[in-house]
């Protein structure tokens, strides 16, 4: 039986005892204060500190609860009405078996001493803070007795501090509120909405009159930061195994591999594995992962089409594995496509997409020969643009873009032809070394892209740019990754679950038709605008056809419905086209069309096979026994430390300890130690992203930008870079054209004739530079006559007008800044245009900037 309610009074306050349950409280909804609690007013007194230093029966409070969840509703009441908080100074189990008691706790105020020995740090510098010295030595004490019907306490209230609002900024956040937080943010709720949640929205305008009349309490003031350091708390549990990024990433293999996962890990201390032929570098580091589920979508799709990923019936790419390493050389890159190809050898791609790489290109012909290797026409035109200036020569430049998409040969070569006839010598010369040999030609041609399905009908592997801008964008956030261990759990957790969903939701129709049923949709709509009369019966085999195309009426396609055969292009994207469907609706009594609108989302009849999904390979028997082996050993040494902490000293048998540790010592020397070091890559010393672009532009390679930012680039082909940047010096601008009228030496000026007053002298200009400066001519002077004026002799020839004098602003000379100062605005402005210097200032800053240009140029 319980005992009867108490209530000890102090001399300062009153203080009751908790008599009865208080609803309990969980991480999701904090603790608030009693609606009419009691007030208690503490009187401060300065000097007790220190005069006091035992506690007496005056300055005590005795409390009793019926349990200790009671109690625990009792202290957080207590931090919330006065703004305080406690520490745990001790926990003090009772050994010796005296007293009912089983476990005393000492809390102490946040502000005085929580235990330990104070440290004899001096201070080097002293900065100004925010916030005084929490400490205080605050006397405030707790002291709860845990029997097994009650607990009872013994509390020293008086504080050497204020309490209250102004003691708010020295007050811990709450353990609840902490619970609360953490909850949400495992729940994967954005930091910023859990912030807001905290602060209730004190903040907005509509509850600003109340920060003045309400308690202050510690929730008002958290901060990002503090969300930030509880996210890292979870961090540590779910993504940093460990504190070492290479032990860390040890842990993330083990784990990967129990659940199913093929992973081949190579760290820079070890030989290559004994099973490959591959001369790898000893120090190389590569790390390959492929999930369960990447597996099955490689093994479902790969056949069709790869560009280090696979692209599936809708048209978007699946990194189908991962390959984390030190380096891309054709070592490594074949070390992974072996392993692929190893685990999978009854996938081969068809055709596989490069950007020309040489390395990928040797390791993809050395693991699938029998691949088709496609080049991705991004890359060729932009390999192409920076050999010659596409400003100056923008007739070529649009024949290059037509040039490469052309699948006819003989529209092909005559194209080449006209290149070759427009071209500067060293851009004919470079396509002719680097891109028109054989074997070259067909990986970028399309006229060796013709026989393709709709799925594999794929000319750039944006897929693979795709993903990375969503993976640094959506998942990594634009932020750089530091630690391995971190950019696995972002692969593994987070990547793999956005594409099953996405998966999920294009089979389930909620991304709309696939690519097969959107060009069957196509064709039957395309189909019914073919007349009949474009349609005739063969003279040949029983139900052919000839069609005529619609885009050009001088061509027929032969039409065999017993082979369901058509000679147009589309034909082999689909086995199907609008030819061989407009044969079957005028002649339906021959062969019925299936109208597209039986199909919804996919054809279950698709032309292709998509292969069987199996499961993933299972784990090695050593594997499996290894994992739980180790994970019983680390489950029986818990339980060991837990045992020996809960046994007193003197009950402990000191031989068979000796004997446990001897044990530990040598199978712990059997155990290689993990160090980054050698483990794993060295890492970059890169500065946060904060006030820091001298440091990470200096470790990315970028060069420091002089002056204003120049001219975009933004052709879809330069890749922001200036076109021509590997350009000879005969494709940096075009030659003068036959059309430009040229002045013939009866129609230049003598060197010896005069000039009218207030025009320039031209005496001493150069050839050039006579071009570019107009002189006006004389009106009293009438060029038709034989008049004779004393100025301008019979045996000298009349200037021409100034309009007919042609200013170029691609071969002007600007490395002479005095003739930069006779030109006008408008001229000025021409040459900045076409060189990429900023028009801005007046005419002789924008003349001395061209100045600048062209020496820096030389």
């Not at 602060?199 to 009159?209: G, L, P």
């Not at 189908?320 to 496509?337: D, H």
């Not at 290797?373 to 920076?386: M, T």
């Not at 071009?771 to 009293?780: D, R």
Request: aromatic residues 8%; proline residues 6%; neutral net charge.
């Amino acid at each position: 039986m319980s005992d009867p309610p108490q209530t000890s009074l102090s001399p300062h306050n009153s203080l009751p005892c908790i008599l009865s349950p208080t609803p309990e409280t969980t991480a999701h909804s904090p603790m608030t204060p009693n609606s009419n609690p009691q007030q208690f007013t503490f009187v401060i007194d300065e000097e007790a500190p220190k005069r006091v230093h035992s506690h007496t029966q005056s300055d005590t409070t005795k409390l009793k609860w019926e349990s200790m969840s009671d109690a625990e509703v009792w202290i957080r009441q207590q931090e919330s009405s006065s703004c305080i908080s406690f520490s745990v100074r001790e926990n003090r189990p009772n050994k010796k078996g005296v007293g009912s008691w089983t476990v005393k706790r000492i809390l102490v105020c946040s502000r005085g001493a929580a235990g330990g020995q104070y440290s004899k740090y001096q201070k080097k510098h002293n900065w100004v803070r925010k916030k005084p010295n929490k400490f205080t030595a605050c006397k405030c004490r707790l002291t709860l007795t845990v029997f097994p019907d009650r607990v009872e306490g013994l509390y020293y209230p008086n504080h050497n501090h204020p309490t209250g609002d102004e003691n708010a900024r020295f007050v811990s956040i709450p353990e609840a509120t902490r619970k609360e937080i953490e909850a949400m943010l495992r729940l994967g709720i954005d930091p910023n909405k859990v912030l807001d949640h905290v602060h209730r929205k004190i903040y907005d305008e509509d509850h600003v009159d109340q920060l003045s009349s309400t308690q202050v309490s510690r929730n008002d003031f958290i901060t990002r930061q503090d969300i930030r350091r509880i996210e890292k708390t979870i961090e540590m549990e779910i993504i940093r195994l460990s504190k070492q990024d290479g032990a860390s990433l040890l842990r993330w293999v083990e784990n990967l591999k129990a659940a199913g996962h093929f992973v081949l890990l190579k760290a820079c201390n070890e030989p290559a594995p004994s099973d490959t032929t591959i001369q790898l570098d000893p120090s190389a580091f590569i790390l390959i992962i492929q999930t369960r589920y990447q597996a099955q979508c490689w093994e479902q799709h790969g056949g069709r089409f790869g560009a280090i990923d696979a692209r599936d019936r809708w048209g978007h790419g699946i990194p189908c594995a991962w390959m984390i390493s030190s380096n891309a050389t054709e070592e490594t890159i074949s070390f992974m496509l072996s392993s692929i190809s190893t685990r999978f050898s009854n996938v081969v791609p068809e055709f596989f997409m490069s950007d020309k790489d040489q390395a990928q290109l040797n390791a993809i012909k050395r693991y699938f020969p029998g691949s088709t290797i496609l080049l991705c026409w991004w890359h060729v035109l932009h390999a192409w643009q920076s050999h010659f200036s596409i400003t100056h020569y923008p007739e070529l430049w649009v024949l290059l873009k037509k040039w490469v998409r052309m699948s006819d040969s003989v529209e092909f070569w005559e194209a080449w032809d006209s290149i070759k006839a427009m071209a500067p010598a060293s851009v004919v010369a470079y396509l002719e070394t680097e891109w028109l040999p054989s074997d070259t030609l067909k990986q970028w041609s399309a006229m060796y892209r013709t026989e393709r399905t709709i799925f594999q009908a794929c000319d750039t592997n944006m897929l693979v740019e795709a993903w990375h801008h969503l993976l640094k964008g959506k998942f990594m956030q634009g932020k750089r990754n530091r630690r391995l261990d971190h950019l696995i759990y972002l692969l593994v957790k987070e990547v793999m679950p956005y594409f099953i969903a996405r998966h999920h939701k294009q089979i389930h129709g909620f991304e709309g038709p696939d690519l097969e049923v959107q060009a069957r949709r196509k064709i039957e709509s395309l189909a019914q605008q073919i007349p009949l009369d474009d349609i005739q019966e063969s003279e040949g085999p029983e139900n052919t056809f000839l069609v005529r195309s619609q885009s050009n009426r001088n061509v027929f396609y032969n039409i065999d419905l017993d082979t369901y055969d058509c000679s147009c292009p589309s034909f082999p994207q689909l086995s199907l086209c609008k030819h061989i469907f407009a044969v079957q609706l005028h002649f339906s009594e021959i062969c019925e069309p299936i109208p597209v609108s039986h199909l919804d989302i996919t054809s279950p009849d698709t032309f292709e096979s998509n292969g069987e999904v199996s499961t993933s390979l299972p784990l090695p028997e050593s594997t499996i026994t290894a994992h739980n082996s180790k994970r019983d050993l680390i489950a029986s040494l818990s339980g060991v430390i837990s045992k020996i902490t809960g046994t007193p000293s003197d009950s402990l048998d000191i031989a068979a300890m000796q004997n446990f540790r001897m044990s530990i010592e040598q199978f712990s020397q059997t155990l290689t130690p993990v160090d980054d070091r050698s483990f794993i890559p060295n890492k970059k010393a890169v500065a946060p992203n904060q006030k820091s672009w001298t440091e990470t532009a200096e470790v990315m390679g970028l060069l420091k930008v002089k002056g204003k930012r120049k001219t975009a680039h933004t052709d879809p082909y330069s890749g922001g870079e200036r076109s021509g940047k590997r350009a000879k010096k005969d494709a940096h601008s075009a030659a003068p054209s036959a059309s430009e009228p040229v002045l013939s030496s009866s129609q230049h000026p003598s060197s010896q004739m005069l000039i009218p007053d207030g025009a320039p002298n031209t005496q001493s200009t150069s050839n050039n530079e006579a071009q570019l400066v107009p002189i006006n001519p004389v009106p009293q002077i009438n060029v038709n006559t034989n008049s004779v004026h004393p100025l301008f002799p019979l045996t000298h020839s009349i200037l021409p007008p100034s309009n007919s004098l042609h200013f170029d602003a691609h071969t002007f000379d600007m490395t002479n800044l005095s003739r930069l100062n006779a030109l006008k605005q408008k001229q000025l402005y021409e040459l900045c245009r076409v060189h990429g210097v900023p028009a801005s200032g007046t005419n002789a800053t924008i003349a001395a900037n061209l100045h600048r240009k062209a020496l820096g140029d030389v």
